[in-house]
């Protein structure tokens, strides 16, 4: 009999599977079960796009790519990117096109953090950076967000959490599961200590396009001084609706970028070649697209946040992503239990707060990305829950 712990690395062995994943494999066990567990669009890719990818499969064109990506989607991106945010990268030596926005994250951690190194991870938070961040040697440390600060990141909360070991803040904006957002001046704020303590920031924000009312998303790179340490991560899953094709992309100092796009040579060699013809597509014609997406999902947004205060449970209003953040603690159950109880009594599937961080204890993530009618009838059946455990307290 082989003793498999004598082979497996105990760092790995050690990290937790996904919560996020827990509770929809035991959604798809059961039968009629509406799930607000997975933050995957209910939109099909835009026809025009599929239309590209096709195009490139009938022609033949299924060879790899540059490492770095075809160089026309790079140069799409840099337009795009100049366009929407303001900051200008060079196409040839400052951008790399990946697997989905999570292998841009992980290239980028391991590109930067060497062993007993401090990463500040913003929290409430998606669940991979704090295990890529440890299976690598480095610590990761949590930076709280607080429901008073509409779960944005304080400079004073930043501050008193570095040392003289921290190198790298994750930046997770607009926030997974929250839908918080950073606005301009909470950016600068938090800019003058990065700089103060010259930290270098990889900024996550594949929700960027996500975001509601007049304001604008800001990214950090475009904060004075901010470029020059920022990694910012973005990609066509969630403002597309492409999450199958797996395309991400990683803009940033050219140091930087050239140490991760040789990380993704020896690991992946090169992005899905049919889904960057489709995303050079996205990037040229499909602002429509989003905001029809967006306009959606914004009523979703607000119709979700009053049905769930009307249930009798605290909830932040999100101001990016499709995600809301509803408080449980008036039910005296844990995130878990109350997760737990829910699917199994009113075949409803949402995932408990503590799957992004422990500070995300006593709140339950929904995501909106799925029909008004199966929003309505989920929060229904939520509020039939809550109203049944005050009876039997």
Not at 8 to 24: A, D, Q
Not at 271 to 282: F, H, K, V
Not at 287 to 309: P, S, T, W
Not at 352 to 377: L, T
């Amino acid at each position: 009999m082989i003793n498999y712990d004598e082979f497996l690395n105990p760092k790995v062995v050690e990290v937790k599977p996904s919560g996020i994943r827990k509770f929809f494999s035991i959604a798809e066990e059961m039968d009629d079960v509406i799930s607000l567990g997975v933050g995957e669009p209910d939109f099909l890719t835009p026809w025009h796009i599929r239309q590209k990818g096709i195009a490139c499969l009938e022609r033949g064109s299924t060879r790899y790519t540059a490492n770095a990506g075809l160089l026309r989607l790079r140069e799409e991106i840099s337009v795009f990117f100049e366009r929407k945010y303001g900051v200008k990268y060079d196409p040839k030596t400052e951008i790399m096109v990946t697997v989905g926005g999570s292998e841009g994250i992980d290239m980028c951690i391991r590109a930067l953090v060497s062993p007993g190194d401090e990463v500040l991870i913003v929290e409430p938070c998606f669940v991979c950076y704090k295990p890529i961040v440890e299976t690598i040697g480095g610590k990761a440390v949590s930076v709280v967000t607080k429901n008073e600060n509409n779960f944005r990141l304080t400079a004073e909360d930043l501050e008193a959490a570095i040392t003289d070991k921290t190198k790298l803040l994750i930046l997770p904006f607009p926030n997974n599961p929250t839908g918080a957002v950073m606005r301009k001046d909470d950016l600068i704020a938090i800019s003058k200590v990065i700089k103060k303590h010259n930290l270098f920031v990889l900024s996550d924000e594949i929700y960027s396009e996500l975001t509601y009312g007049d304001q604008k998303h800001v990214s950090i790179a475009s904060i004075a001084d901010m470029r020059e340490r920022t990694v910012v991560i973005n990609g066509f899953s969630k403002t597309y609706a492409m999450t199958g094709w797996r395309l991400g992309y990683a803009v940033g100092p050219q140091p930087v970028i050239s140490q991760m796009t040789k990380l993704h040579q020896f690991a992946i060699m090169s992005a899905p070649t049919n889904s960057q013809y489709a995303a050079i597509e996205a990037l040229k014609n499909g602002d429509e697209d989003i905001e029809k997406m967006l306009a959606d999902y914004d009523m979703r947004r607000r119709y979700a946040v009053n049905a769930f205060r009307e249930i009798g449970l605290d909830c932040f209003e999100p101001e990016g992503a499709f995600y809301l953040f509803p408080c449980i603690k008036s039910t005296g159950l844990s995130s878990e239990e109350f997760c737990e109880k829910l699917i199994m009594t009113k075949k409803v599937a949402v995932v408990p707060g503590n799957a992004f961080g422990d500070c995300g204890e006593g709140f339950i993530r929904a995501s909106y990305c799925y029909s008004i009618d199966n929003i309505r009838e989920a929060i229904n059946r939520i509020g039939e829950f809550v109203k049944e455990l005050g009876e039997n307290k």
